[in-house]
């Protein structure tokens, strides 16, 4: 079941890009690893490259959500939906986010089937608009609990969510194909690899300006951004 998910009210409020991030806090995530990942999301929105990105779309702003997931049925929404347009509502995100707290520790396996349809639920309940809609999905292990992840990736594409992927790939190093052949989906989905967790804001930086600009990358060599055309 989903914890702490707070009300959302009915608004006909339009963004560019409805955004939900899904952030890893499987038994594999220490409380070291759990923070590195994070403080590189609120980095990222304190990043002048990204507030710059969300400035440039038709609308100049993005609405974002964040949750916790582990095993089958276990995420936790830390971040309700938030409007970002300008540089002051993205340090709000930034600091509600370097704020939260981990709600979820050790769990019973690694879902990532569970997350996608968790962020299809949360997209379902959103109180915005957008041609757009998006789950980011960060984690550094393999979908080994929960519906079958094709399945489900496969239905949230079917329902116009495209999902990009964030794999960090330091103690599974295949992991990177594994995402790109069974997590990401939908038109321009990319992933971006990454080494370590020390690396993981400056990838932040770089995913989320590519996802909000609308301007996927092309597709490349493993190791370095991969994109379904």
């Known amino acids: 079941m989903a914890l702490g998910a707070p009300p959302v009210q009915a608004t006909d409020t339009v963004v560019d890009l409805q955004l939900v991030l899904a952030v890893d806090a499987t038994a594999s995530v220490n409380t070291q690893r759990f923070e590195l990942q ?58 509600a986010i370097a704020n939260s707290r981990r709600q979820l520790f050790g769990g019973s396996g690694t879902s990532i089937s569970g ?12 109180p915005y ?8 999905i960060s984690g550094d ?3 080994n609990t929960g519906r079958p992840i094709t399945p489900a990736r496969d ?23 594994y995402y790109y052949s069974y997590v990401i989906g939908g038109p321009g989905a990319f992933m971006i690899p990454v080494a370590n967790y020390e690396n993981f804001a400056e990838a932040i930086v770089k995913k989320l300006i590519l996802e909000i600009a609308a301007h996927p990358p092309p597709a490349g060599p493993w190791g370095a951004v991969l994109a379904r055309k």
Do not use: C
């Open 115 to 126: 997350a996608i349809e968790h962020g299809v639920d949360l997209l379902a309940q959103s």
């Open 155 to 177: 239905a949230a594409v079917k329902a116009g969510i495209g999902i990009n992927g964030l794999p960090i790939v330091a103690w599974e190093r295949t992991l990177d194909q």
């Open 141 to 143: 292990g393999f979908d």
């Open 38 to 95: 994070k403080q590189g999301y609120a980095a990222a929105f304190r990043n002048p490259q990204v507030i710059k990105a969300i400035m440039s779309g038709s609308e100049q702003a993005i609405a974002v959500t964040m949750f916790q997931w582990n095993g089958l049925f276990v995420q936790a929404q830390v971040i309700p939906w938030m409007v970002v347009k300008d540089e002051a509502s993205a340090r709000a995100v930034a600091d």
């Open 129 to 136: 608009k957008s041609q757009r809609r998006t789950i980011d």
